[in-house]
Nanobody
Framework: QVQLVESGGGLVQAGGSLRLSCAAS????????MGWYRRTPGNQRELVAT???????TYADSVKGRFTISRDNAKNTVYLQMNNLKPEDTGVYYC??????????WGQGTQVTVSS
């Protein structure tokens, strides 16, 4: 069964915005800290933002002040609002639980392409 479905990516110009969504199964989402990850060209998957069940957030330095993570616990959905996008933000974005033992299989991700 599909456990994680990311959506909302696209092609934008530098300085633009996108809002990503991730629908997760309850077994992954419920009471777990969730994160948005990205795989940029030539690099490994990196963690860009996290949010606890209670709404406490953290961000990678590279996105701090530009990205905002949020979650809707009633919908088992986590969001990533991305503003002032830069070409180096280009990549495939994924969501999953933070704790390895709580993770589901990685979804297909959603492609974000930022043109200069």
């Amino acid at each position: 069964q599909v456990q994680l479905v990311e959506s909302g990516g696209g092609l934008v110009q530098a300085g633009g915005s996108l809002r990503l969504s991730c629908a997760a199964s309850g077994s992954i989402f419920s009471r777990n800290a969730m994160g948005w990850y990205r795989r940029t060209p030539g690099n490994q998957r990196e963690l860009v933002a996290t949010i606890t069940d209670g709404g406490i957030t953290t961000y990678a330095d590279s996105v701090k002040g530009r990205f905002t993570i949020s979650r809707d616990n009633a919908k088992n959905t986590v969001y990533l609002q991305m503003n002032n996008l830069k070409p180096e933000d280009t990549g495939v974005y994924y969501c999953n639980a933070i704790m390895i033992q709580k993770r589901g299989s990685w979804g297909q991700g959603t492609q974000v392409t930022v043109s200069s």
